[in-house]
């Protein structure tokens, strides 16, 4: 799976083994771990509810791969520890991670209190760079992996009656640009990439968003493809979002007929 790219050399780390997915309980998460299963990696599913994640587990037993139910809560730093910790011994160290859970509690700001909107920040953006330091404690040392933050426009526009949900991944965005910057020169073959899904069909989502089965094949397309010009590019459902140019560029591009074309996620 590969596309022309930037330049850039293509990774050349070894093809990935271990999967870890957030939020696998249900939605997109489900879905996600189900689909790197059929790519035939051994998947952690990380839930908080065990019948969820133990009934994905029964569901895709059929599968390549194999799916492993770990219960912890992504607001918790000594559950994910541990979790991680089991994983390790019962899979290998992780290759690719999708920080993919998070909650969205629809509140007006003035029903919010200090405590209701500090546990939203704690799982969306503190489960979000717990997951990612872990994860990344085992690819430096390999030196390749990949991280792909589950992101949302809502940092840009924030979401009516959702205050903590648009703070709260807002910032997860801004952390996936910081841990690139630091790792970015040092680390060619650990990519990180913000992706957007859009809005699905799910409970936190929308009567008539886009399948989440869809949606996942666009993620596990991406955290398959093997190209380090993928780092730090955030990627809206399958298309690749390009930066914002200011007009004199984009009027030399055009002159110059180098106007980028986005990319898209290559199909499964």
Request: charged share 20%.
């Amino acid at each position: 799976m590969s596309q022309p790219n930037s330049g850039i050399a293509p990774d050349t780390s070894p093809a990935p083994e271990v999967a870890i997915v957030t939020g696998a309980g249900r939605g997109l998460g489900h879905h996600l771990a189900a689909g790197l299963a059929a790519q035939g990696l051994r998947v952690a599913a990380i839930g908080r509810k065990l019948a969820d994640i133990e009934a994905l587990a029964t569901e895709t037993a059929d599968l390549p791969g194999a799916i492993t139910p770990v219960l912890a809560d992504v607001g918790d730093v000594d559950a994910l520890r541990a979790a991680f910790d089991r994983i390790d011994a019962d899979l290998g160290p992780v290759d690719i991670l999708f920080n993919n859970a998070a909650v969205y509690p629809h509140r007006d700001f003035l029903d919010e209190t200090p405590e209701s909107f500090r546990q939203v920040m704690d799982i969306n953006l503190g489960g979000t760079m717990t997951c990612a330091m872990l994860a990344l404690e085992r690819m430096v040392p390999r030196g390749h992996g990949r991280i792909i933050n589950v992101a949302t426009f809502a940092g840009n526009d924030p979401t009516y009656m959702a205050s903590a949900y648009s703070v709260s991944k807002g910032a997860c965005r801004i952390l996936t640009q910081a841990m690139v910057r630091d790792l970015g020169d040092r680390f060619h073959d650990i990519i990180i990439n913000d992706w957007v899904p859009g809005a699905l069909r799910t409970e936190m989502g929308l009567p008539d968003g886009t399948d989440p089965a869809l949606a996942a094949t666009w993620g596990v397309g991406l955290a398959l493809w093997h190209d380090q010009s993928l780092n730090g590019v955030t990627f809206d459902k399958d298309c690749e979002q390009l930066p914002v140019l200011s007009l004199k560029r984009r009027l030399f591009n055009k002159v110059t007929g180098r106007t980028p074309k986005p990319r898209r996620i290559p199909s499964l």
